[in-house]
């Protein structure tokens, strides 16, 4: 299978960079240069600071891919899900591009994310940048921690990776993001109690909360695919905030195009009795957008072509031999 960006599996990182743009440029085939472009800065920053375990990721959005890949497309790539159920709802906020930064060091997170907005600044303009960070031992600025049921080991290459099903695709993932703004004011008016209750979990050792219901957290994210399995997407989600605002930036990265969409069908409209995901009634979703991480060796090909078509990205060993020749060159 052809080699997945190493942001999308990666471990844990003290520090991470969010940006997102939009593109303002036709140049579609300068755009896919500097796209391979961001993957050598992460390397060669990867090759100097081993010690800041720099990692990221380049996707593109739903709504951008058909102009700079415009006979390539991954199956089931779709616009990020706009729900609202009540005074829950998803939002949605495209952007042509996502590139996440996550670094061991604040230095070198700062300085990769200048150096890309550097690199693409002739050809897009800013949307958003986030800074998040590691809070104490990975959990949410809520006090509980993020993402404790993720999977492990080979399991999130399982749960994140497209493989041989969708071939020109094998090594990408499907990229989701929100940005949600924590209404911590309310939040810490509630007992421990109350809040162990609407997480479904305790706030100490993350163990399940006995008889906590069907409206809390862990039950309402507990979605499972159409055969059972179990979980359908790797959350790769890290808090961020200031004095005036905290909250968490929620990203993930899954095979299964449609696993965000059950996911958050499970959280707003819950079950025919009502039973939502109470957390929502305290952090609130601002942002949305849907995007595809492809594969390195997409990315890299796709730079070298200045009229892309579908067949030339399906990898083999003769075209990554000449991909990775023409890189270093």
Request: hydrophobic share 35%.
């Amino acid at each position: 299978m052809s080699q997945p960006q190493k942001g999308i599996c990666a471990e844990p990182n003290l520090h991470a960079q969010y940006l997102l743009f939009n593109v303002i440029d036709d140049d579609f085939g300068a755009i896919r240069s500097k796209l391979a472009q961001c993957l050598e800065i992460f390397d060669n920053y990867e090759d100097e600071h081993y010690e800041a375990m720099v990692t990221g990721v380049v996707a593109i959005g739903n709504g951008f891919w058909d102009d700079i890949y415009p006979n390539a497309r991954p199956y089931g790539l779709a616009p990020f899900p706009d729900m609202q159920c009540d005074d829950r709802f998803a939002p949605v906020m495209p952007a042509d591009l996502f590139v996440q930064i996550r670094t061991d060091r604040l230095d070198i997170c700062h300085e990769i994310g200048v150096k890309v907005v550097e690199l693409l600044q002739f050809h897009t303009e800013m949307v958003e940048q986030v800074r998040a960070f590691r809070y104490l031992d990975g959990r949410d600025l809520t006090g509980f921690i993020v993402s404790g049921d993720n999977p492990m080991g080979q399991k999130k290459f399982d749960v994140a990776i497209v493989g041989d099903e969708d071939e020109a695709f094998a090594g990408g993932s499907f990229i989701h993001i929100q940005r949600y703004r924590h209404d911590m004011f309310r939040w810490n008016t509630l007992t421990e109690a109350q809040q162990e209750e609407i997480m479904g979990r305790t706030k100490e050792h993350n163990l399940p909360v006995l008889d906590s219901g069907l409206s809390s957290h862990a039950f309402r994210t507990k979605v499972t695919g159409s055969n059972g399995e179990y979980p359908i997407l790797l959350n790769q989600s890290m808090p961020y905030g200031n004095m005036s605002v905290q909250g968490l930036y929620f990203v993930s990265c899954s095979a299964n195009p449609s696993a965000l969409s059950k996911y958050l069908y499970s959280r707003i409209y819950g079950d025919q009795q009502g039973q939502y995901d109470k957390l929502l009634d305290y952090s609130t979703a601002e942002t949305g957008a849907a995007f595809f991480a492809p594969s390195l060796s997409f990315i890299k090909q796709a730079a070298l072509l200045s009229d892309p078509d579908e067949s030339s990205f399906i990898d083999t060993d003769n075209t990554q031999m000449a991909i990775d020749a023409s890189v270093d060159e």
